[in-house]
């Protein structure tokens, strides 16, 4: 103890111009916007750094189960391909390549090196950022399904509010209709979300799968979420479904982010203050 006090009097000088530097750091990154954003850029490229050596590392000792996704992902595609054929040998009617002539979305593949799944406000970080194109209001997907949405990026990486994150709301349908409602998370289960405020007169039943709207510049129409295991909540207010998502969110690798090229437009279209 006795030498404590000795250190403390003999550094008092020293100690007292790190701690005046220290509240002048707070001051300046609290207070001035540029040297705030510089201060959080390199925070997310260190956390980022770090995150994608540990991510690495891990994919390393997981290569079997990332070699099974991708092969039974490449199976459902091919067998879509193959169901496209079939129906286009018997269809005389001009088709059109949508990948050449007006295609509205692109997919760029990335890797997620860091997963939250059970906290109330889950994110997840990808390994490609701004440089690699990818911006905010960007969907997240895997072979599966739904991952969530981009809110935040840097250079080289990217955050994504989980569909596991209590703030987030997607439009979602009843495949092969057109009853939709919004799809939230109560925080609970992080293999469960709950689709509300569809139409009681919906012919739902347990089983059922459930995919986006499409009602949004963010997700295509038609991307997996998950399927109905039960109705117990449909006399509730908000008339709320449990669905089981067919993703394991506790255990996601690669993924593809979609990139919207009509959405500036639709969003300048849709602006009130055009009318």
């Known amino acids: 103890m006795q030498q404590l006090i000795y250190f403390f009097q003999r550094f008092k000088y020293f100690l007292f111009f790190l701690l005046l530097q220290f509240i002048a750091l707070i001051l300046i990154f609290n207070n001035l916007n540029f040297h705030k954003s ?14 994608n050596q540990y991510s690495n590392i891990s994919t390393y000792f997981n290569l079997q189960e990332v070699n099974k996704a991708l092969l039974e992902e490449n199976r459902l595609l091919r067998k879509q391909l193959d169901q496209n054929k079939y129906f286009n040998f018997f269809d005389d009617s001009t088709m059109v390549d949508s990948t050449k002539y007006l295609q509205k979305f692109t997919y ?11 906290r109330a406000f889950n994110f997840l970080t990808l390994n490609k950022g701004k440089n690699q194109g990818l911006e905010k209001e960007m969907a997240v997907i895997n072979g599966k399904g739904v991952i969530g949405i981009i809110d935040n990026t840097s250079n080289n990486y990217a955050r994504v509010q989980s569909i596991l994150n209590r703030n987030s709301k997607l439009n979602a349908r009843l495949k092969n209709s057109t009853y939709f409602g919004t799809l939230k998370w109560d925080g609970e289960d992080y293999s469960i979300v709950q689709l509300t405020d569809i139409p009681r007169q919906a012919p739902i039943k347990v089983g059922d799968t459930i995919e986006t709207g499409g009602k949004s510049t963010i997700f295509p129409e038609g ?8 109705k117990n909540k449909q006399d509730a207010v908000d008339n709320a479904i449990d669905v089981k998502l067919f993703n394991d969110m506790s255990n996601v690798g690669p993924v593809y982010v979609i990139k919207n090229f009509h959405k500036e437009e639709i969003k300048l279209l849709e602006n009130p203050e055009n009318e």
Request: aromatic fraction near 10%; avoid cysteine; charged fraction near 5%.
């Open 38 to 51: 510089k201060f959080v850029n390199s925070a997310n490229a260190l956390s980022g750094g770090l995150y």
């Open 108 to 118: 760029i593949s990335a890797k997620i090196i860091n997963n939250n799944y059970a």
């Open 223 to 230: 991307i997996l979420i998950g399927t109905v295991i039960n």
